[in-house]
């Protein structure tokens, strides 16, 4: 009997490993890792304490000194789902440098882009906040609109609105910070703005793009789309400046930024190499 027992519990080792391997496997536990984190973060908001890798927001002189950078300066955010970061990038002798990684306090719905209203789903995609898509009143402290749809998810007949960058650690398909983390975004996001920056970019992955991270995920209904956002995510790591992005034949297409296309919309053309190379 001991034997059939050791038998069956390694059958069963055996098949979890081998599950876990599987596509319905590594969503699984990509679902386990969000949700456990949600809850920390969540546990840690009601206890009114700060969470876990948030940045020494009682001193921003001193941070921005020890950066060699100041409010003012053109911006840029990216967004990670799965590890529920955010980053602030900061122009800095014609590249960026991230100046600050903040936790995301709560996003809703599974790794994957928003389709539609009322999916309860946080977008994924290359976005811009200008002027006109800040709200200091938002119910929920201070929001920044993401302007989802954009070119690409309009094209794709996804829908939706009021998709935000906001406070107040709650979501329904938007990206929720603590209202003292989305304070100083709005510090940095808004002297950009008004010292010129006509749009501020906002990248939106599912998680960070590394091959190995695509590999695992190979078999994912959004691996295609996944690898598309890969290649705008990959030119800014090597050049550490914006891509300029746009839609092309259906597609996100991506070009070198420099420092006078930080502030670009993503607009329907095709990068130069792309039209003249149909």
Not at 8 to 15: D, N, P, R, T, V
Not at 147 to 166: A, C, E, L, Q, T
């Amino acid at each position: 009997m001991r034997q059939l027992l050791t038998l069956i519990i390694l059958a069963l080792l055996i098949g979890g490993g081998l599950f876990m391997l599987s596509p319905e496997g590594r969503q699984t536990l990509d679902r386990m890792h969000i949700n456990a984190m949600r809850a920390e973060h969540q546990a840690r908001y009601r206890a009114g304490q700060p969470l876990a890798g948030t940045p020494d927001l009682a001193r921003p002189d001193q941070r921005l000194a020890a950066q060699g950078v100041k409010l003012g300066d053109p911006v840029m955010l990216r967004l990670f789902k799965l590890e529920s970061e955010l980053e602030l990038w900061v122009e800095k002798d014609g590249h960026f440098v991230r100046f600050a990684t903040y936790p995301i306090c709560l996003w809703s719905g599974r790794l994957g882009p928003k389709l539609k209203e009322g999916d309860r789903q946080a977008p994924e995609g290359f976005y811009t906040i200008a002027s006109e898509q800040l709200n200091p009143n938002s119910r929920w402290h201070r929001a920044f609109n993401l302007g989802f749809p954009n070119v690409f998810d309009k094209s794709k007949g996804r829908y939706g609105s009021f998709i935000m960058v906001h406070g107040g650690c709650s979501s329904i398909g938007c990206y929720a910070m603590t209202d003292s983390v989305v304070d100083e975004l709005w510090r940095f996001v808004t002297a950009a703005l008004d010292a010129g920056e006509g749009r501020v970019p906002v990248h939106v992955f599912p998680f960070r793009l590394t091959d190995g991270n695509l590999k695992s995920r190979k078999s994912s209904q959004w691996a295609g789309f996944w690898g598309d956002l890969k290649k705008g995510y990959d030119l800014f790591e090597r050049t550490r400046l914006p891509p300029v992005v746009s839609l092309c034949n259906g597609r996100y297409a991506f070009a070198t930024g420099s420092p006078t296309t930080v502030g670009s919309a993503v607009e329907e053309r095709c990068p130069p190499e792309v039209a003249a190379n149909p």
